[in-house]
């Protein structure tokens, strides 16, 4: 590890979740000093409202419909999580001496001035709201971005899951990438691809994601601390995706055996 690695502070800044904590404390494995600014999750109604002037209600309604059944699996799931958690030694819980500042939201002026006040050498965003153009031009270090998904290709939501049904089991993975204005549009520093294993469903694929995804978070911050922000052209096409309808999920499930 260089020096500015082991002595710049990092922040993390997250809603959290068992897949999240498994990379924050891979970071804090390796990192003197991590900060984790926790925000509070948007709420469902809100963002269900501003996707349905965007994509219709009945599809929202259908997404709705979806995120019921992914819940209800994530409960039925809890043995093959544990499985997962097992096989790749994760820790899903915050440390108990982990740094974790609470705010609102990380477009809050909280957030701002916990940034302001720790004064990192990187900020990793992994599954918060996206930043707002202010929120971005008010912090003076490189912000990164860890998203489930291949992108430019799976920009949004469900990555792992579209590239299944899309019959694209290669770009099973996610990426690190630059942060800009627009939703998963940054420069990309790094892609990790895997596969998904037996028994696993939309519920736990970020739990796989993350687990594959762990070393290559750890390395691209040390890159970005000393200076190295690498990025490249994956030459992919952009698209980006929403969840699943629930007729949609459902029937691709039987048909195909992609849950």
């Given amino acids: 590890m260089n020096e500015a690695a082991d002595t710049a ?5 997250t809603e959290g979740g068992g897949h999240i904590w498994a990379i924050v404390n891979a970071i804090a494995d390796h990192f003197t000093s991590v900060t984790v600014i926790l925000e ?6 809100s963002l269900l409202k501003r996707r349905a002037r965007r994509q219709g209600w009945i599809s929202v309604l259908g997404q709705i419909g979806t995120m019921v059944l992914v819940r209800l699996g994530k409960r039925f799931g809890t043995a093959h999580a544990e499985e997962i958690v097992a096989e790749y030694n994760l820790k899903t819980e915050p440390k108990p001496d982990q740094d974790i500042v609470h705010v609102p939201s990380a477009n809050a002026p909280e957030t701002i001035e916990a940034i302001a006040d720790i004064k990192p050498g990187v900020v990793l965003l992994a599954g918060c ?3 707002t153009r202010d929120t971005l031009a008010a912090i003076p270090c490189p912000v990164i971005n860890y998203h489930a998904g291949v992108n430019p290709k799976y920009r949004g939501m469900n990555g792992a899951y579209w590239a299944l049904v899309n019959n694209d089991a290669e770009n ?4 690190v990438h630059v942060v800009d204005a627009g ?8 892609h990790t691809r895997g596969m998904p294993g037996r028994g696993d469903t939309i519920s736990s694929y970020p739990l796989r994601q993350a687990a594959i995804s762990r070393d290559a978070c750890v390395d691209v911050i040390e890159k ?3 200076g190295r922000i690498e990025p490249f052209d994956p030459g ?8 699943p309808t629930l007729w949609f999920y459902v029937w691709t499930g039987i048909r195909r055996g992609i849950w």
């Fill in 224 to 226: 970005v601390m000393a």
């Fill in 236 to 243: 992919l096409p952009s698209q980006i995706w929403f969840h």
């Fill in 40 to 45: 509070t999750p948007v709420s469902k109604w």
């Fill in 172 to 175: 099973f993975g996610t990426t």
């Fill in 9 to 13: 502070p990092i922040v993390v800044v």
């Fill in 129 to 131: 709201r996206v930043l």
């Fill in 183 to 190: 939703v998963d549009t940054g420069a990309v520093l790094r």
